[in-house]
T-cell receptor
Framework: NAGVTQTPKFRVLKTGQSMTLLCAQD?????MYWYRQDPGMGLRLIHYSVGEGTTAKGEVPDGYNVSRLKKQNFLLGLESAAPSQTSVYFC???????????????FGPGTRLTVL | GNSVTQMEGPVTLSEEAFLTINCTYT??????LFWYVQYPGEGLQLLLKATKADDKGSNKGFEATYRKETTSFHLEKGSVQVSDSAVYFCALRGGGGADGLTFGKGTHLIIQP
């Protein structure tokens, strides 16, 4: 199993350009998440999805859109990139616990995005 | 809302020293608690977890006990190695449904030979 994979690994954009980050997981997980990691800030949740066709806003959703057309994929879009969106983006997935407890999330390797 | 506070680094120790990284949290209900580790240039890996009060999570010589009375989940290791150098994140997951994790800001640990 590849686990959680992210494409691309690195990208440089100019202000105003758009792009889509792809996250894929092969663990048949229901839940998927997008986070951004900034120096001294830890990770902050952008958007998440509890299943195919559903998405929800996290802590810092402005300037981003997401889609979950297939269970295994979760796309993060930047419609008009801004320098404030320079960050490392991590995707994660998680599964439903039979006991109802909260399970750990499995993370991808990250995408380093620079907006000039 | 939920929040996690952990000691800021960098924390520099000599090999074989005892390690403690403090973590305290604020949450409603009964959250699950996690420690993740991030090695340079990599994503986060789960180090250990605890899902209810008084649970002790352990892995690779690291331990942390879920203390509800002090709302803490401190990470400890008796004898650190150079290979333990990394950034450590304390995190919680609480509330209902599939909410994401709430992370602390991370603690950069440097182990010197």
């Amino acid at each position: 199993n590849a686990g959680v994979t992210q494409t691309p690994k690195f990208r440089v954009l100019k202000t105003g350009q758009s792009m889509t980050l792809l996250c894929a997981q092969d663990m048949n997980h229901e839940y998927m998440y997008w986070y951004r990691q900034d120096p001294g800030m830890g990770l902050r949740l952008i958007h998440y999805s509890v299943g195919e066709g559903t998405t929800a806003k996290g802590e810092v959703p402005d300037g981003y859109n997401v889609s979950r057309l297939k269970k295994q994929n979760f796309l993060l879009g930047l419609e008009s990139a801004a320098p404030s969106q320079t960050s490392v983006y991590f995707c994660a997935s998680s599964y439903i616990a039979a006991s109802g407890g909260y399970n750990e999330q499995f993370f991808g390797p990250g995408t380093r995005l620079t907006v000039l | 809302g939920n929040s996690v506070t952990q000691m800021e680094g960098p924390v520099t120790l000599s090999e074989e020293a005892f390690l403690t990284i403090n973590c305290t949290y604020t949450a409603t209900g009964y959250p699950s608690l996690f420690w993740y580790v991030q090695y340079p240039g990599e994503g986060l890996q789960l180090l250990l977890k605890a899902t209810k009060a008084d649970d002790k999570g352990s892995n690779k010589g690291f331990e942390a006990t879920y203390r509800k009375e002090t709302t803490s989940f401190h990470l400890e290791k008796g004898s650190v190695q150079v290979s333990d150098s990394a950034v450590y994140f304390c995190a919680l997951r609480g509330g209902g449904g599939a909410d994401g994790l709430t992370f602390g800001k991370g603690t950069h640990l440097i182990i010197q030979p």
